[in-house]
C-alpha cells in the first residue's frame, strides 16, 4: 500500500502529459483517423510498458547484496523528485514568458501539424518515440524505483505494474475509444479537448510535476 501511495502520482502524471494526448487527437481529427490512432495507441503502449518494466528489472538487477538498499532507493527518489520540481518550475516559467499578457498559446510544433499525414506504422514509431522524452524518462525511473520497494511477490508487482500502465495509458486511449464509439460526431468534443489543453497544458503539466516531485521527495526522505 505504501508504494502505491508513491507510483499512484507517477500514473496520473504520465496520464496528464499533453503531449502524447495532442497527438492522439491530431491523428484522430486527420482523415486517416482510427486506423492511425490504432497504431499510435500501440506503439505508445508499447514504449510505455517497455521502459517502465525494463528500468524496473535494471535497478533490480544492480547488485546491493540480496535487495536493493532502502537507502539508494530513497536517494534516487529525492533526486527524481527533485528533478520534477525543478522541470515543473521551468515548464511554468517559460510558456508564461512565451505567451505575455495576451495568454495566447505558442503555435504547434511542425511534426505535430504533419502527424495526421502519417500512417499506422508511422504513428506507432511516434507513439514509441515519444516515451522517450526527458519528462517520460523521468516518470519511469520514478516508478521503477516505487516497483523495486516493498519486497513485492512476482504477483503483486505484475499487478501493480499493470495499474501503472492502465492510468498512465488512459487519456491516450479515452480519444479513440469515443471516436469508434461516435464515429463524426466525436469531432466538436475532439476540437474543443484540442483548444482547452493548447491553452492549458503548461499549467497542469507544472502541477502534476510538482505533485510527483514533492511525494518522491517525502517518500526518499522518510528510507534515508
Do not use: Q
Not at 64 to 91: H, M, Q, T
Not at 137 to 159: H, I, Q
Not at 173 to 184: F, N, Y
Not at 198 to 209: E, P
Request: with cysteine; aromatic share 8%; charged share 15%.
Amino acid at each position: 500500500m505504501e508504494m502505491f501511495v508513491v507510483l499512484l502520482p507517477l500514473a496520473l502524471g504520465v496520464a496528464l502529459s499533453s503531449v502524447p494526448i495532442v497527438a492522439m487527437i491530431a491523428i484522430l481529427l486527420s482523415p486517416r483517423g482510427a486506423a492511425s490512432g490504432f497504431g499510435y495507441l500501440f506503439g505508445y503502449a508499447a514504449g510505455l510498458a517497455a521502459i517502465t518494466i525494463g528500468f524496473t528489472l535494471g535497478i533490480r538487477a544492480i547488485p546491493r547484496g540480496d535487495e536493493v538498499s532502502p537507502f539508494w532507493i530513497g536517494l534516487g527518489e529525492i533526486v527524481v523528485g527533485a528533478a520534477c520540481v525543478v522541470v515543473a518550475v521551468v515548464i511554468f516559467v517559460r510558456e508564461r514568458r512565451k505567451r505575455g499578457a495576451s495568454d495566447e498559446p505558442p503555435e504547434p510544433p511542425t511534426w505535430l501539424r504533419k502527424v495526421g499525414e502519417l500512417g499506422p506504422f508511422s504513428t506507432a514509431a511516434l507513439g514509441l518515440a515519444l516515451n522517450l522524452r526527458p519528462k517520460a524518462l523521468v516518470f519511469a525511473t520514478g516508478a521503477a524505483l516505487a516497483l523495486n520497494t516493498g519486497g513485492l511477490t512476482a504477483w503483486w508487482w505484475a499487478v501493480d505494474t499493470a495499474v501503472y500502465l492502465t492510468i498512465g495509458l488512459s487519456t491516450v486511449a479515452a480519444p479513440i475509444i469515443v471516436v469508434w464509439r461516435l464515429g463524426d460526431r466525436a469531432r466538436p468534443a475532439l476540437e474543443r479537448a484540442r483548444e482547452w489543453i493548447d491553452r492549458n497544458s503548461y499549467l497542469v503539466t507544472s502541477i502534476a510535476l510538482l505533485m510527483v516531485g514533492f511525494v518522491l521527495i517525502g517518500d526518499g526522505l522518510g528510507r534515508l
